[in-house]
């Protein structure tokens, strides 16, 4: 490969700008067409005793409480406070764990969503 292909490699890549975080990416992405409801995570916040606040891209924002979630091998260690408080958002605007541990978005959203219209809502309008 020549100097100039290499050069047009690094350029494509953005070698050398600082890179995002992909909290700001996921909050900046292009919405999809009307019709095509891809919700996704745009903020993640740690709370205290193993809770998330979570924010939608559609508005939808809430706590949501991982306490009697943790088990198994993959969310045992998430059990450390200090690994717990790793969450963060992914390149897929999806919450995980730098363990592989990561958390189903529609899931999480639909968590969020009210069960009956008639209950108040966790959800949060802009």
């Not at 890549?13 to 700001?24: C, K, N, W």
């Amino acid at each position: 490969m020549g100097a100039r292909a290499s050069e047009r490699i690094a350029e494509s890549l953005a070698v050398g700008r600082s890179a995002r975080t992909a909290e700001e990416d996921c909050s900046t992405r292009i919405e999809p067409p009307k019709g095509d409801s891809i919700t996704k995570i745009t903020r993640v916040q740690i709370e205290p005793s193993y809770q998330l606040r979570v924010e939608f891209s559609d508005g939808a924002a809430g706590t949501v409480d991982l306490s009697s979630r943790l088990f198994g091998p993959i969310f045992e260690p998430l059990k450390d406070p200090a690994v717990f408080a790793q969450a963060h958002i992914d390149e897929f605007c999806a919450i995980t764990w730098l363990n592989g541990a990561d958390l189903a978005t529609d899931a999480l959203h639909q968590t969020l969503l009210p069960k009956n219209p008639l209950q108040p809502s966790k959800v949060r309008t802009p």
